[in-house]
């Protein structure tokens, strides 16, 4: 079966430019996570998708951080405008179900440095 | 708030001896409990869980944790370390305190087997 799919592997870009980042889950998979893994840090949970649906984004910076899964599958998190502190690795992982007792599998991560 | 801690930030280890890397949980209710690992340039992987049951989980390649309820621990255990098993690991509790229910990583816990 394969994993987790993300895009890019890398990127670079200066503050206040605009990114977005590309997830395709395992086929089946009703749940969705975006994590944010900042250096020295475990993975943060940005937001959670439940099929289309939002079902927790209560740690989304909203102001900058936007994130979409259209037909519930594939999934783009977007910032705009970006800052230095976004530099982190953006994980991409989904589930079965919404529940954490369903194991998370998790994509390689888009590794974002801002400068 | 639910939250894993992981006070060792990397451990050492000489190959074919054995290795604890240490978790302790603060959670209100029954805890539910995961390690993860992270090989370099790979996304999470599952390793085990704890909901219920048998103080001692079982998981993949040949990890084992000890659920200590009165120590509020979780410690990630192997009998005999492989230079393979060097990476990063995290301990993680589910969170539903709130609305949404989701997990906590910890920071981690960088696993050095030494040959």
């Known amino acids: 079966e394969a994993g987790v799919a993300q895009s890019p592997r890398y990127k670079i870009i200066e503050k206040r430019q605009s990114v977005a980042f590309w997830c395709n889950p395992i086929?089946?998979?009703?749940?969705l996570y975006w994590y944010q893994q900042i250096l020295g840090q475990g993975p943060k949970l940005l937001i959670q998708f439940q099929n289309n649906g939002v079902v927790d984004d209560s740690q989304l910076p909203k102001d900058r951080f936007s994130a979409e899964r259209l037909k519930g599958v594939d999934s783009t998190l977007k910032i705009q405008p970006a800052k230095l502190e976004d530099s982190a690795v953006y994980l991409c992982?989904?589930?079965?179900?919404?529940?954490?007792?369903?194991?998370?599998?998790f994509g390689p991560g888009t590794r974002l440095t801002v400068t | 708030a639910q939250s894993v801690a992981q006070p060792e930030d990397q451990v050492n280890v000489a190959e074919g001896n054995p290795l604890t890397v240490k978790c302790t949980y603060s959670v209100s209710g029954n805890p539910y409990l995961f390690w993860y690992v992270q090989y370099p340039n790979r996304g999470l992987q599952f390793l085990l869980k704890y909901i219920t049951g048998d103080n001692l989980v079982k998981g993949s390649y040949g990890f084992e944790a000890e659920f200590n309820k009165s120590q509020t621990s979780f410690h990630l255990k192997k009998p005999s370390a492989l230079v393979s098993d060097s990476a990063l690991y995290f301990c993680?509790?589910?969170?539903?305190?709130?609305?949404?229910?989701?997990?906590?990583f910890g920071k981690g816990t960088r696993l050095h087997i030494l040959p």
């Open positions: 992982a989904s589930s079965l179900e919404w529940t954490p007792l369903y194991e998370q599998y």
């Open positions: 993680a509790v589910r969170d539903k305190e709130n609305r949404d229910d989701k997990i906590i």
């Open positions: 086929s089946g998979h009703a749940t």
